[in-house]
């Protein structure tokens, strides 16, 4: 049974830092290109970044982009996103998903093989 189970959420005020990782079990981790979403509240969700199987790849949100890297370590099956200077419309739910050798840049469509259930992420202002 393949699990992506995301943390490292939490309230953080704005201009801080948070660090979230996902870990992957139950597939090849290094077969599968890992991405991560956000959904804020009634909105619709939407994508932050990805990183492509081999990890030679990434993609990003525009709002994200240089303020997000994400990195992947094949031999702990886990995925970051290493979150700076975040603002309140950076507040969300954030997802990790997972797609079986998928360019990186695909992952913008949204469509995965399987999700997370998510970590909160609250910026104070």
């Known amino acids: 049974q393949v699990q992506l189970v995301e943390s490292g959420g939490g309230l953080v005020q704005a201009g801080g830092s948070l660090r979230l990782s996902c870990v992957a079990s139950g597939l090849t981790f290094s077969d599968y290109t890992m991405g991560w979403f956000r959904q804020a509240p009634g909105r619709e969700r939407e994508f932050v970044a990805a990183?492509?199987?081999?990890?030679?790849?990434?993609d990003y949100a525009n709002s994200v982009k240089a303020r997000f890297p994400i990195s992947r370590d094949n031999a702990r099956n886990t995925v970051h996103l290493q979150m700076s200077m975040l603002n309140p419309e950076d507040t969300a739910v954030y997802f990790c998903?997972?797609?079986?050798?998928?360019?990186?840049?695909?992952?913008?469509?949204?469509?995965?093989?399987?999700w997370g259930k998510g970590t909160p992420v609250t910026v104070s202002s």
């Open positions: 998903a997972a797609r079986f050798r998928a360019l990186a840049q695909s992952m913008e469509s949204q469509r995965a093989d399987y």
């Open positions: 990183i492509s199987w081999g990890g030679s790849s990434r």
